[in-house]
Every structure is written in structure tokens, then in C-alpha cells.
């Protein structure tokens, strides 16, 4: 069996959790206190995932840039793909919080929206 040690980021307790594994499956979690750290804890050994958060170059704009961030959490091996996309990519103004830049960012299911607006010069 092979134990893998982390800090849950589930809650703000911040518990040291403590995952026992077996053929790549979670078979145990110890040290949370919550059930968000059993969730946590399985999901970040067997198939860790992140929510990005980044800007996309604003064209039309009084501000050069836009703040965006993936709609769902995506595969944490697929994080350089998803920032490679969004740093090609250009959004023409106005853009509104909400709004699609990006849709299936690198495959991932998830689509690259805005989290801030750019109005039109």
C-alpha cells in the first residue's frame, strides 16, 4: 500500500490528511474532519483538478486585458495546454462577466469565461 500526506483545501480548517492507496484506488482517508476532506483527499490522489484563473488580451477596449477563469475545474496535467489557448487568444470588446472567450478550452470540457468587464472605447 502506498500513503500519500496532504494539507486539505476543502475547508478552512486545513486539516493534515492522511491517504492510504492501493492499485492507484484511495481505500482510506484519515485526519479530516469534514466530509469535504475525503472528497478532496480521493479526488487530488486518483485525479487531481484545478480551477485556472488567468487574463485574455482585450482588443476594442479601454483596458488592454480581461480577467477569465475555467467554468469547472480541469485535469491538473492539462494546465499548460489551457494557459497555452489563452494566451493566443484575443476578445474584442465589450465583454461582460459571464461571457464565453474560450469554448472547450484544450478539450477539457470546460470553457475560458470572463470574470470582469471591458466596455467599448
Given at each position: 500500500?502506498?500513503?500519500?500526506?496532504?494539507?486539505?483545501?476543502?475547508?478552512?480548517?486545513?486539516?493534515?490528511?492522511?491517504?492510504?492507496?492501493?492499485?492507484?484506488?484511495?481505500?482510506?482517508?484519515?485526519?479530516?474532519?469534514?466530509?469535504?476532506?475525503?472528497?478532496y483527499?480521493?479526488?487530488?490522489?486518483?485525479?487531481?483538478?484545478?480551477?485556472?484563473?488567468?487574463?485574455?488580451?482585450?482588443?476594442?477596449?479601454?483596458?488592454?486585458?480581461?480577467?477569465?477563469?475555467?467554468?469547472?475545474?480541469?485535469?491538473?496535467?492539462?494546465?499548460?495546454?489551457?494557459?497555452?489557448?489563452?494566451?493566443?487568444?484575443?476578445?474584442?470588446?465589450?465583454?461582460?462577466?459571464?461571457?464565453?472567450?474560450?469554448?472547450?478550452?484544450?478539450?477539457t470540457?470546460?470553457?475560458?469565461?470572463?470574470?470582469?468587464?471591458?466596455?467599448?472605447?
Amino acid at each position: 500500500m502506498d500513503k500519500r500526506e496532504l494539507t486539505c483545501i476543502g475547508c478552512p480548517m486545513g486539516c493534515f490528511l492522511t491517504v492510504m492507496l492501493e492499485n492507484g484506488e484511495a481505500v482510506s482517508v484519515e485526519g479530516n474532519t469534514c466530509q469535504k476532506g475525503d472528497i478532496y483527499a480521493r479526488k487530488e490522489v486518483v485525479n487531481p483538478t484545478r480551477i485556472v484563473t488567468s487574463t485574455v488580451k482585450l482588443e476594442g477596449s479601454d483596458r488592454s486585458r480581461v480577467s477569465v477563469k475555467t467554468s469547472t475545474d480541469i485535469p491538473k496535467s492539462k494546465i499548460f495546454d489551457v494557459m497555452k489557448e489563452i494566451n493566443e487568444a484575443i476578445a474584442k470588446a465589450p465583454v461582460s462577466i459571464g461571457d464565453v472567450i474560450i469554448k472547450n478550452v484544450a478539450g477539457t470540457g470546460s470553457d475560458i469565461i470572463a470574470t470582469g468587464n471591458g466596455d467599448l472605447i
